[in-house]
């Protein structure tokens, strides 16, 4: 059975390309189209779609307001449009607050030239999206029945001089969750390598920095790594840890043949290399495999890794990858991921 889609935009153009794409697609069909929020919400509720694609600067209702009516009503998997901008990246960051499952970028010239990596980056994400928990809504994902977790009984991890965090779709929320509840003396830097474009890591940290009581900045090369702070890798580049002297934070291009920019992988293999068993590495929500590789490296040279539970996660790939490998110490709930880090170092 095809995934139903509802196309939300107010350019008719956008939508048109949009749907042509969807439609292109045998996984997929359109079922509806709405040139504001308002539509949106009303052809939610009677056409039932299993994806919503939706545009923020609209008529009538604007794009966050519309997400936030969906999910109090009945919840759907909502991919944001974005622009890849600072003020964008803002309203994507509103929009994933609101309810939203996934962004991807709004290019219009893009597009208009039908290129195949829009139309792949557009119907994969339909189809992640529809195999997210929402709310209430069922889920198509594949079940997975992990190993038994770890004890929440809070274990003491001596010697963790360093902690690095790699999450992918529904890490903005996670993360949140986590930063809100951490206490302002926590002892050791911490490190986000979150899958996120270049203009909205900036927008990102800015957001965690507000809300959380340690300092949360944007990484830059050759940051000395202080206790306490928080330090976000820039999208569309690669961050690596050095643990000699300085302790510091390199930025580096990315070889374009690597999927991620910034990759957890590659962060966790400089933590494992620099620091050894000192580096506990936490995977969160995300899908795809990326983690998996750096978190065997921090294993092999007896480093720890934690990995956020099913039930919690939006998209268990990420964490599935190293549980599956058996390389997580430790598997919990994004709820308990704050008071084990300062219970446990």
């Not at 936030?68 to 009503?73: D, F, G, L, P, S």
């Not at 058996?326 to 598997?331: E, M, P, S, Y």
């Amino acid at each position: 059975m095809s995934l139903k889609v509802l196309v939300v935009d107010d350019s008719g153009f956008f939508r048109r390309r949009v749907a042509d794409i969807i439609n292109a697609d045998s996984r997929m069909e359109v079922i509806g189209v709405a040139e504001n929020g308002l539509q949106a919400v009303d052809m939610s509720r009677a056409l039932k779609p299993d994806v919503i694609t939706m545009d923020y600067e609209m008529p009538v209702m604007d794009g966050i307001t519309a997400i936030r009516n969906i999910m109090a009503e009945k919840p759907i998997p909502v991919l944001m449009f974005s622009s890849l901008s600072f003020e964008g990246a803002r309203v994507t960051l509103d929009a994933l607050d609101a309810g939203a499952v996934d962004f991807l970028p709004k290019n219009f010239d893009a597009v208009a030239k039908n290129s195949s990596d829009i139309r792949r980056l557009l119907t994969d994400k339909i189809v992640a999206a529809a195999r997210i928990h929402v709310g209430n809504s069922p889920t198509t994902a594949p079940v997975f029945t992990p190993a038994p977790r770890a004890s929440p009984t809070a274990v003491k991890l001596d010697g963790i001089q360093l902690v690095v965090i790699g999450t992918s779709t529904g890490g903005p929320a996670a993360l949140q969750t986590i930063f809100k509840a951490m206490p302002a003396n926590f002892k050791v830097p911490i490190v986000i390598v979150q899958h996120m474009p270049a203009s909205f890591t900036t927008a990102f940290a800015e957001r965690l920095d507000n809300l959380s009581e340690l300092s949360v900045k944007e990484a830059e090369d050759g940051d000395v790594l202080k206790p306490g702070c928080v330090y976000v890798a820039p999208g569309g580049m690669q961050l690596m840890l050095d643990g000699r002297q300085g302790k510091s934070i390199h930025i580096r291009e990315s070889d374009p043949r690597i999927n991620y920019r910034p990759s957890v992988d590659i962060a966790f293999a400089s933590a494992a290399k620099h620091y050894g068993r000192h580096v506990l590495g936490v995977v969160l929500t995300g899908m795809g495999s990326d983690g998996r590789e750096g978190a065997r490296l921090i294993k092999g040279v007896g480093g720890h890794i934690w990995a956020q539970d099913e039930d919690s996660s939006v998209i268990f790939g990420m964490p599935m990858s190293v549980i599956k490998e058996g390389l997580a110490d430790t598997v919990l709930s994004i709820k308990d991921v704050s008071e084990r880090l300062t219970k446990d170092i």
